[in-house]
């Protein structure tokens, strides 16, 4: 199984094959466009995530031992973000998640790429990631 640093690393190398911005955009958007169809009836109120300007779903869910997760959001930055960081993340076990270490994140660079308020998204995304990892490593 590919590591979290490896999977940071490849979004990485791939981010800074873009000089500009807008490029850097570009691929935040086409990973919306590529994202797993999200299932509509997990779209309710429990599995938004708060502190997005967005309206963000992460929804968890066990298979083979491992926390996986669905994810949408109503704007395609903050949905290309949720799906990286799923992407990144899910399919490790709980407890794996609720001690990974975020500030591995700061190599892709984001923080001038995106505005504050979208960093502050960014960061209750992987707040309700380990959150889950948490209660998911407790329940066993």
């Known amino acids: 199984m590919t590591s979290v640093i490896e999977k940071i690393n490849f979004h990485k190398e791939n981010l800074e094959l873009f000089d500009d911005d807008m490029d850097k955009y570009k691929y935040l958007l086409d990973q919306a466009k590529n994202a797993k169809i999200f299932p509509e009836e997990f779209r309710q109120e429990s599995f938004k995530v708060d502190g997005c300007q967005a309206q963000v779903w992460l929804v968890p869910f066990i298979e083979k031992e491992k926390l ?10 903050s949905k290309g973000m949720v799906t990286i960081l799923c992407e990144i993340y899910g399919g490790r076990k709980p407890e794996e998640i609720a001690k990974a270490n975020f500030e591995l994140l700061s190599a892709l660079d984001l ?25 998911y490593s407790k329940s066993k």
């Open 111 to 135: 923080d001038t790429l995106l505005t504050p308020g979208r960093r502050n998204g960014v960061y209750a995304m992987l707040m309700k990631i380990k959150e889950y990892g948490n209660i």
């Open 68 to 77: 996986c997760f669905h994810s949408d959001s109503d704007a395609f930055i």
